[in-house]
């Protein structure tokens, strides 16, 4: 069945407890913003809103990773009190007094990260209702993702659903010419949907260290650049997609390759200008430092200025280069997922979602 989402549900049943799973796991607050919509409805109809989330990857308890900041950060974002509870039984007597209450990060049990549905349903016994507003964890099967479904009815958040709606839109017919532009680190990660879109995708145009990894499979002497060397079989299969445009020349730092060159630049901004449907996931170079920034910002300048195109980017490193210089507004959609959003496009079942659509109630 299709997700209910917290808007299309009665406000009449929006006013028990609401247990709110957000993604506070970013280096800004970003994701919290993004969420600040489904907040504010919850605010108007619940009598106490839980909210679930995480920081890191914590063994054990780490004050660093604490989300009492976070809990800070929202009140001020909202402008209206939140409570933080370092635990669950101090969480109950909160919530009895109404209002926003943050949960200490979830991460520092042990049975949210294994989906235990023991821990799951002692979160589910502080609510009446669950509603998943994290879209950037919904890829994990975790407790507070997953299993709590099972144990209340389970709607989607206001920001979930722009996500899958703006993802759904290159899923199904998107308007051609469509291109995948694509770096980070491992091509491995991406095989997918490389895989996914092999003949729906006009281009391809690859930078970055997986750029490096391509063009050492075709002979390149890459020297001493980032590649990716245990690569599963099917990634050499790429090499024989003809939409694949890999970088023509690459900006060395000594004797690694930092950036694509200027002929590259040109290359992939000319099939941008072209395109009616853009994803962007992966910086093209060291965009941290000036000297090697170029290719980043070239590429989000020439889909900036694509007007007639419905364009998507998103990932930690691409939302950062894109606000850096100053495009994030300009897309069609930045999304609040990187591994989630490449997983979705892949054609994967994420866990979050599966959750949501089985356990509407």
């Given at each position: ?27 800004d ?30 063994k ?30 101090s969480?109950?007597?909160m ?23 023991v ?31 099972r ?16 993802l ?27 895989i996914?879109?092999?003949r729906a ?39 024989g ?5 890999v ?42 430092n ?9 590429v ?6 694509n007007?007639?195109a ?5 990932g ?35 866990p ?10």
């Amino acid at each position: 069945m299709p997700i209910r989402y917290v808007d299309e549900v009665n406000p009449a049943k929006l006013r028990g407890v609401a247990l709110l799973r957000l993604d506070f796991n970013a280096e800004d607050d970003w994701r919290m913003r993004a969420a600040l919509p489904t907040v504010r409805l919850l605010m108007r109809h619940a009598r106490a809103v839980l909210v679930l989330s995480h920081r890191g990857r914590p063994k054990g308890r780490d004050p660093k990773l604490s989300l009492r900041r976070d809990a800070v950060h929202l009140s001020r974002l909202i402008g209206a009190s939140v409570r933080f509870a370092q635990n669950m039984a101090s969480a109950r007597r909160m919530l009895a007094a109404g209002g926003i209450v943050v949960l200490e990060n979830l991460r520092f049990e042990k049975g949210e990260e294994k989906n235990d549905p023991v821990f799951a349903k002692r979160l589910a016994a502080l609510g009446d209702y669950y509603v998943n507003d994290a879209f950037p964890v919904s890829h994990r099967a975790n407790a507070s993702v997953a299993a709590v479904t099972r144990f209340l009815p389970s709607h989607g958040g206001l920001s979930l659903k722009e996500e899958l709606r703006n993802l759904s839109r290159v899923m199904r017919r998107p308007r051609r010419p469509l291109v995948m532009i694509f770096g980070g680190a491992k091509i491995s990660d991406k095989l997918g949907i490389f895989i996914r879109f092999r003949r729906a995708a006009d281009r391809f145009l690859v930078g970055g260290a997986l750029a490096n990894t391509l063009l050492a499979l075709r002979g390149m002497d890459m020297r001493e650049s980032l590649v990716e060397k245990k690569l599963p079989k099917k990634v050499r299969a790429i090499l024989g997609y003809r939409n694949v445009l890999v970088p023509e020349d690459v900006v060395w730092h000594g004797r690694r390759a930092f950036d694509i060159g200027g002929r590259s630049i040109r290359l992939f901004s000319k099939e941008i200008a072209k395109a009616r449907t853009i994803v962007w996931n992966g910086p093209m170079g060291v965009f941290e430092n000036r000297s090697y920034a170029k290719g980043t910002k070239a590429v989000g300048a020439a889909i900036a200025k694509n007007r007639k195109a419905f364009s998507l980017a998103g990932g930690g490193e691409t939302v950062t280069a894109l606000k850096k210089f100053g495009f994030d507004k300009r897309l069609s959609f930045v999304s609040t997922g990187g591994g989630a959003m490449l997983e979705f496009l892949s054609g994967k079942k994420l866990p979050g979602i599966v959750a949501l659509e089985k356990n509407r109630k």
